[in-house]
């Protein structure tokens, strides 16, 4: 039996895969490639205090703030507080971020007010972190990598996890994996979006799979629009341009070439997600074309191209020079809601940890501030493992049935329906909703779990119910707020109320109830 399996390769899952290799066996599993994850794709850079001019209270008040009144103080707390240590025990491991006169070099991001954002390559900090800690885990002989193993459910008796139900997509098999401690770091849920900066495997079947296990699931209505992916005619695809490069000084610019923000925020370009993303949005409807101009043509064009190597060579690779102007318009990036986690990323069920994107932690509130997201994978995962090592062992296994089969006539179906839940998030859950378009989508998804009718233990009718889950979930919790607040906008109510100064709690087989903040 397995002493660790963790489910996902991306940061948190790659960091706790190498904090638990000293403590016993670890198995990681990944659905597709081992670099297929948002950290990999990572461009702005890691969040922590690690300058004299700034202290953890400032990086505290900054993610408050951004987090619009949702956010839990003691987990914020918890990562300002430790998150320059982690770093610091990064660097000591050899990580190597970028460096100015001897010093690291620091990037300014919306939300925050002081330059506290590490980069690594200039504009690659998610490829060279992950990649260093691929390096560790792949010459770590404790550590074995599977790659393109699909968790189907967890392996749960009585309230406690004991492994995980898998397909081997190589043996085309059912497998049960057991293990004392199952940590879940399978990200978020953008990609059940048609426009998102995510991997196409980043559908929240992870979350689906906890809420299926009696889970609570917080605050999924929130989902992050990033403000700028570049736009690209007649393609879905969304590559991400970096927050570092309004950090920079790029600017926004509408059809007449006005700096439409200036008016809007005092941070202008710079102000938190949620606000920018929504005001391209409208901009966009206003000009009646479907993206702004991010201008770069008033910088130094060397010193962008020294600071965004990889940005500049994918916009060239499209016929866009980044030195010049770009078109840019949102994308789905990041799920700010998901499993209930407490300070130690413990979930509702025992020896199952969830941390990285998919745990709701508190600290994004309603809102991620930039480059929060990877600095949180470090400070909690390394928690989790402290936590995990005092559970002690595993007493007598249960057993667990071989499940599910493979019916390849159902695949057609399977995708049909990713590509119609797809259209429908962007189109009754997007960056502006309303009851209208909410109630719409939510009589679709109860329709499809008609269509779905009994459980019938096939791999593709158990992926169709994840991602029809998934879909409920996020528009169950935006149809009950009716305000606006974060990454949740309304156009039918527009302000924010001190009523839903609440997190939304969804279990299954239970009604939506609500939470206090900071009364966990």
């Given at each position: 039996m397995l002493k660790y399996l963790v489910i996902g390769s991306g940061l948190a899952g790659l960091y706790t895969a190498h904090m638990a290799s000293s403590l016993g066996s670890v198995l990681v599993v990944t659905k597709k490639a081992l670099r297929d994850s948002n950290s990999f794709n990572a461009q702005g850079g890691i969040a922590a205090v690690t300058d004299i001019e700034d202290n953890p209270e400032i990086h505290f008040t900054d993610t408050v703030i951004a987090g619009r009144g949702l956010c839990e103080n003691?987990?914020?707390?918890?990562?300002?507080?430790?998150?320059?240590?982690?770093?610091?025990?990064?660097?000591?491991?050899?990580?190597?971020?970028?460096?100015?006169?001897?010093?690291?070099?620091?990037?300014?991001?919306?939300?925050?007010?002081?330059?506290?954002?590490?980069?690594?390559?200039?504009?690659?900090?998610?490829?060279?972190?992950?990649?260093?800690?691929?390096?560790?885990?792949?010459?770590?002989?404790?550590?074995?990598?599977?790659?393109?193993?699909?968790?189907?459910?967890?392996?749960?008796?009585?309230g406690v996890c004991y492994g995980a139900r898998c397909w081997d997509e190589e043996r085309n098999c059912e497998e049960l994996i057991y293990a004392e401690h199952t940590f879940l770091t399978s990200g978020g849920t953008s990609a059940i979006y048609t426009r998102t900066t995510n991997p196409e495997t980043t559908i929240g079947d992870g979350i689906a799979m906890a809420w299926k296990a009696g889970c609570r699931i917080i605050d999924m209505e929130f989902i992050q629009f990033h403000p700028t992916s570049l736009f690209l005619e007649d393609s879905p695809k969304a590559f991400l341009i970096s927050e570092a490069v309004r950090g920079e000084g790029a600017w926004l610019l509408d059809k007449n070439g006005r700096r439409f923000m200036l008016p809007v925020h005092e941070l202008a370009e710079?102000?938190?997600?949620?606000?920018?993303?929504?005001?391209?949005?409208?901009?966009?409807?206003?000009?009646?074309?479907?993206?702004?101009?991010?201008?770069?043509?008033?910088?130094?064009?060397?010193?962008?191209?020294?600071?965004?190597?990889?940005?500049?060579?994918?916009?060239?690779?499209?016929?866009?020079?980044?030195?010049?102007w770009i078109p840019v318009a949102p994308a789905a990036h990041y799920t700010v809601g998901g499993v209930a986690s407490d300070l130690y990323g413990r979930s509702d069920?025992?020896?199952?940890?969830?941390?990285?994107?998919?745990?709701?932690?508190?600290?994004?509130?309603?809102?991620?501030?930039?480059?929060?997201?990877?600095?949180?994978?470090?400070?909690?995962?390394?928690?989790?493992?402290?936590?995990?090592?005092?559970?002690?062992?595993?007493?007598?296994?249960?057993?667990?049935?071989?499940?599910?089969?493979?019916?390849?006539?159902?695949?057609?179906?399977?995708?049909?329906?990713?590509?119609?839940?797809?259209h429908m998030m962007n189109n009754c859950s997007g960056i502006i909703r309303s009851e209208?378009?909410?109630?719409?989508?939510?009589?679709?998804?109860?329709?499809?779990?008609?269509?779905?009718?009994?459980?019938?233990?096939?791999?593709?009718?158990?992926?169709?119910?994840?991602?029809?889950?998934?879909?409920?979930?996020?528009?169950?919790?935006?149809?009950?707020?009716?305000?606006s607040r974060g990454g949740h906008y309304r156009e039918d109510y527009p302000m924010l109320s001190e009523e839903y100064a609440v997190h939304t709690v969804q279990r299954a087989g239970e009604k939506l109830t609500t939470r206090k903040v900071n009364e966990q």
């Amino acid at each position: 039996m397995l002493k660790y399996l963790v489910i996902g390769s991306g940061l948190a899952g790659l960091y706790t895969a190498h904090m638990a290799s000293s403590l016993g066996s670890v198995l990681v599993v990944t659905k597709k490639a081992l670099r297929d994850s948002n950290s990999f794709n990572a461009q702005g850079g890691i969040a922590a205090v690690t300058d004299i001019e700034d202290n953890p209270e400032i990086h505290f008040t900054d993610t408050v703030i951004a987090g619009r009144g949702l956010c839990e103080n003691k987990a914020v707390q918890v990562l300002v507080q430790e998150g320059p240590q982690r770093i610091k025990e990064i660097i000591g491991e050899g990580m190597k971020f970028d460096t100015e006169n001897g010093k690291l070099s620091l990037g300014l991001e919306g939300g925050h007010h002081r330059k506290r954002i590490l980069h690594a390559g200039g504009d690659s900090t998610g490829r060279y972190i992950t990649e260093f800690l691929i390096s560790k885990v792949q010459n770590d002989p404790n550590i074995t990598i599977r790659e393109n193993v699909s968790v189907i459910d967890f392996l749960v008796r009585d309230g406690v996890c004991y492994g995980a139900r898998c397909w081997d997509e190589e043996r085309n098999c059912e497998e049960l994996i057991y293990a004392e401690h199952t940590f879940l770091t399978s990200g978020g849920t953008s990609a059940i979006y048609t426009r998102t900066t995510n991997p196409e495997t980043t559908i929240g079947d992870g979350i689906a799979m906890a809420w299926k296990a009696g889970c609570r699931i917080i605050d999924m209505e929130f989902i992050q629009f990033h403000p700028t992916s570049l736009f690209l005619e007649d393609s879905p695809k969304a590559f991400l341009i970096s927050e570092a490069v309004r950090g920079e000084g790029a600017w926004l610019l509408d059809k007449n070439g006005r700096r439409f923000m200036l008016p809007v925020h005092e941070l202008a370009e710079l102000a938190p997600r949620d606000i920018v993303a929504r005001s391209i949005f409208k901009q966009m409807a206003l000009d009646d074309r479907p993206y702004v101009v991010l201008s770069l043509k008033h910088l130094d064009p060397d010193k962008i191209r020294s600071r965004f190597p990889n940005i500049l060579a994918k916009c060239a690779e499209y016929g866009y020079d980044l030195t010049d102007w770009i078109p840019v318009a949102p994308a789905a990036h990041y799920t700010v809601g998901g499993v209930a986690s407490d300070l130690y990323g413990r979930s509702d069920i025992r020896r199952l940890y969830v941390c990285g994107e998919i745990a709701s932690t508190g600290i994004m509130g309603a809102n991620r501030l930039a480059s929060n997201s990877l600095i949180e994978c470090l400070v909690f995962a390394h928690r989790a493992i402290e936590v995990a090592e005092e559970c002690g062992p595993v007493g007598e296994l249960p057993h667990f049935d071989l499940l599910y089969h493979k019916d390849e006539s159902a695949a057609e179906r399977y995708f049909a329906l990713k590509r119609q839940i797809a259209h429908m998030m962007n189109n009754c859950s997007g960056i502006i909703r309303s009851e209208l378009l909410l109630s719409t989508g939510l009589n679709l998804v109860k329709k499809e779990l008609r269509e779905l009718g009994d459980v019938k233990n096939e791999y593709y009718d158990e992926a169709s119910r994840k991602l029809v889950t998934v879909a409920g979930l996020i528009m169950t919790g935006a149809r009950f707020r009716r305000e606006s607040r974060g990454g949740h906008y309304r156009e039918d109510y527009p302000m924010l109320s001190e009523e839903y100064a609440v997190h939304t709690v969804q279990r299954a087989g239970e009604k939506l109830t609500t939470r206090k903040v900071n009364e966990q």
